[in-house]
């Protein structure tokens, strides 16, 4: 069973800097293309980047295009993402989240339902 552990979550002020990461087990990580969303009470889950078996392609919604990158760490199975300038509007839960299709597309696929595996969340907080 494929388990995704998010951590790094936290209060920042608008401007700040924070980096998520994501932590895998139970599956074959370095095979998998992951992605990260983002969800605020009472809004649909958001797409935020996603990122090759590799991590030699990533893709990010125009939102954060500039100001987030994603990464991995296949060695030590965990995708990083490092978000920076952020806005009071990007307070939200972030999910990271498994696609265990090793070279599915990864430019411009951003639906929920590609992904198989998903984390509990880690809270970002953004103050003004």
């Known amino acids: 069973q494929v388990q995704l552990v998010e951590s790094g979550g936290g209060l920042v002020k608008a401007g700040d800097s924070l980096r998520l990461s994501c932590a895998a087990s139970?599956?074959?990580?370095?095979?998998?293309?992951m992605g990260w969303f983002r969800q605020a009470p009472g809004k649909a889950r958001e797409f935020v980047a996603r990122?090759?078996?590799?991590?030699?392609?990533?893709y990010y919604a125009d939102s954060v295009k500039g100001r987030f990158a994603l990464s991995r760490d296949n060695a030590k199975n965990t995708v990083y993402l490092q978000m920076n300038s952020l806005r009071t509007e990007e307070t939200d839960v972030y999910y990271c989240?498994?696609?265990?299709?090793?070279?599915?597309?990864?430019?411009?696929?951003?639906?929920?339902?590609?992904?198989?595996?998903w984390g509990q969340g880690t809270q970002v907080t953004v103050s003004s």
């Open positions: 989240a498994g696609d265990p299709r090793t070279y599915a597309t990864v430019v411009g696929r951003s639906m929920e339902y590609i992904y198989e595996y």
């Open positions: 139970g599956g074959t990580f370095s095979v998998y293309v």
């Open positions: 990122v090759s078996w590799s991590g030699g392609t990533t």
